[in-house]
């Protein structure tokens, strides 16, 4: 069965200051990953997503994420986080089950981020 | 216009109440889900649909009900809820183009 693992907890930078979020998932094949964003009391907010091609992907509120299959990874990154970028963080795995479109999603357990003025 | 509505936002209500909770998707996505949010905001998935059938249930209690009416709606029907059902019930729908949209969850919390 797939997995999605984010090994931080919680993460707290300066505002201005670069962020990187784990995100490590297992499989056996190449899964479409998803990073999604939290508020408090809000939905999830899709970042941004990677199911072929190239391995940088772009998202929203410039957000990064890079695949990297020889490590089971898909870390998101921004170079310069902003107070509003302060939400809980979800890294998660979707299946493309047998070629159709209702593979589930699992999710990481989630990274809270507090960004300091 | 909301992609994908839930109602209601919020919801109260006494253990050994039965309860519904509606999802609706106006992206003309063939599938569609439920997602459980606990106290440690864990999400897991619970049913999924598509095209109005059944492909997915994740060992959810027999209380839980789903039923789709159509493809852009599926409701939530719980029986005799208890106080473990308290949680934040996300709906979903997925289109391999569009990826998965969330609606904005409905908080049940039993008492």
């Known amino acids: 069965a797939q997995s999605v693992t984010q090994p931080d907890i919680h993460i707290t930078v300066s505002e201005g200051a670069s962020l990187e979020l784990r995100c490590n998932y297992s499989?056996?094949?190449?899964?479409?990953l998803f990073w999604y964003v939290q508020s408090p009391g809000q939905g999830l907010q899709l970042l941004l997503k990677?199911?072929?091609?190239?391995?940088l992907v772009q998202g929203i509120k410039g957000f990064e994420a890079e695949f990297k299959r020889s490590q089971s990874s898909f870390n998101l990154r921004k170079p310069s986080v902003h107070w509003s970028d302060a939400a809980e963080y979800f890294c998660?795995?979707?299946?493309?089950?047998?070629?159709?479109?209702?593979?589930?999603?699992?999710f990481g357990q989630g990274t809270i981020l507090t960004v300091h003025p | 216009d909301t992609a994908v509505s839930q109602t209601p936002k919020y919801l109260v209500t006494q253990m050994g109440n039965d309860k519904s909770i509606k999802c609706e998707q106006n992206?003309?996505?063939?599938?569609m889900y439920w997602y459980k949010q606990d106290s440690k905001k864990f999400l897991k998935i619970m049913f999924s649909?598509?095209?109005?059938?059944?492909?997915i249930n994740e060992t959810v209690p027999n209380r839980f009900s789903p039923k789709s009416p159509d493809k852009a709606h599926l409701n939530l029907h719980i029986n005799s809820l208890e106080l473990g059902d308290s949680a934040v019930y996300f709906c979903?729908?997925?289109?391999?183009?569009?990826?998965?949209?969330f609606g904005s969850g409905t908080r049940l919390t039993v008492v």
């Open positions: 649909y598509n095209n109005k059938e059944l492909i």
């Open positions: 998660a795995v979707g299946l493309n089950a047998g070629g159709t479109s209702y593979g589930k999603l699992t």
């Open positions: 499989y056996g094949a190449t899964p479409y």
């Open positions: 992206l003309g996505h063939d599938t």
């Open positions: 979903a729908s997925y289109r391999a183009s569009d990826g998965y949209t």
């Open positions: 990677y199911f072929s091609g190239d391995t």
